[in-house]
């Protein structure tokens, strides 16, 4: 059984950073995307970053460009966001989600992901 497990969530004050974890178990690939959405108190759920494993290719939302990197320990069948300089509008439960399948990411995350973790709660806050 395939599974998705986020962790690194914590509380942490504007301007600082955290690196959060999805762990894939059950799961090799060779086809697949992966990304991380988020969801904020009283939002929709929205999309923040995502690869394809066929052609690397990378979207990142534009509010998060040039902060958040995305990157994959094909080892140890893990996905990383490291967040950098975080602001109070990056918090919400972060989530990881699998699309299983050979595609490449054009301009967007949007696609219908297979699987989902449960989140793990990020808070920017002073």
């Known amino acids: 059984q395939v599974q998705l497990v986020e962790s690194g969530g914590d509380l942490v004050q504007p301007g600082g950073s955290l690196r959060l974890s999805c762990a894939a178990s059950?799961?090799?690939?060779?086809?697949?995307?992966i990304g991380w959405f988020r969801q904020a108190p009283g939002k929709e759920r929205e999309e923040v970053t995502c690869?394809?494993?066929?052609?690397?290719?990378?979207y990142y939302t534009d509010s998060v460009k040039g902060r958040f990197t995305l990157s994959r320990d094909r080892s140890k069948n893990t996905v990383y966001l490291q967040m950098n300089s975080l602001k109070p509008e990056d918090t919400g439960v972060y989530y990881c989600?699998?699309?299983?399948?050979?595609?490449?990411?054009?301009?967007?995350?949007?696609?219908?992901?297979?699987?989902w973790g449960k989140g793990t709660l990020v808070t920017v806050s002073s």
């Open positions: 989600a699998l699309y299983v399948g050979f595609i490449e990411i054009m301009g967007t995350c949007d696609i219908a992901m297979d699987l």
């Open positions: 059950g799961f090799r690939g060779p086809y697949y995307a």
């Open positions: 690869i394809s494993s066929a052609d690397d290719s990378t």
